[in-house]
């Protein structure tokens, strides 16, 4: 776990020189790391699959993107799953040349206004849709959508980042 964890503080605090933005498989591989962490904690309580199509990896988005909707996985679906939480990340490219990627967790959607177990505020989706708009302005779609015990959040990201 320590390994990882040094592995995780590497990819979030350390950028290159030249402030480039990461590909997709960077952020994914600073994913996995954070996962393995959690899947330590958990134990046999955490179910982790990710599948990302090799092309997309290569796709450059900005730095961070993806955390907090990992984060919200983690907290809101630990809360709101009964047994075993189920966690599942997927990304590949689409016909136009965008990406879509795809955060999901077993749970049910936690609305913003919600007092429950874990009380919800919105911060992290509304910041995540800012930085979208500054990134990707008009080029972008954010869902969530709550169904047969899974929530999920998807991104289709239609052009490249802006230089």
């Not at 995780?8 to 960077?26: I, K, V, Y």
């Not at 730095?63 to 990304?91: C, F, H, I």
């Not at 007092?115 to 979208?132: A, K, Y």
Request: aromatic share 6%.
């Amino acid at each position: 776990m320590i390994e990882r964890l040094t592995d995780f503080c590497q990819m979030t605090l350390f950028r290159p020189a030249n402030d480039e933005s990461p590909t997709l498989g960077q952020e994914m591989k600073m994913l996995r790391a954070y996962l393995d962490i959690e899947q330590t904690r958990w134990g046999d309580l955490l179910e982790v699959v990710v599948d990302v199509e090799a092309a997309a990896g290569d796709v450059k988005i900005p730095s961070l993107l993806l955390l907090p909707l990992v984060e919200n996985a983690l907290k809101y679906g630990q809360a709101t799953t009964r047994d075993r939480l189920r966690v599942r990340l997927a990304a590949h490219l689409m016909p136009d040349g965008g990406v879509f990627i795809e955060v999901a967790n077993t749970g049910h959607w936690v609305e913003p206004t919600e007092r429950g177990v874990v009380p919800s505020l919105g911060i992290g989706h509304e910041n995540l849709r800012q930085r979208l708009q500054r990134y990707y302005p008009g080029a972008h779609e954010f869902t969530t959508e709550s169904a047969d015990g899974w929530v999920t959040v998807r991104l289709r990201l239609r052009v490249p980042l802006k230089e």
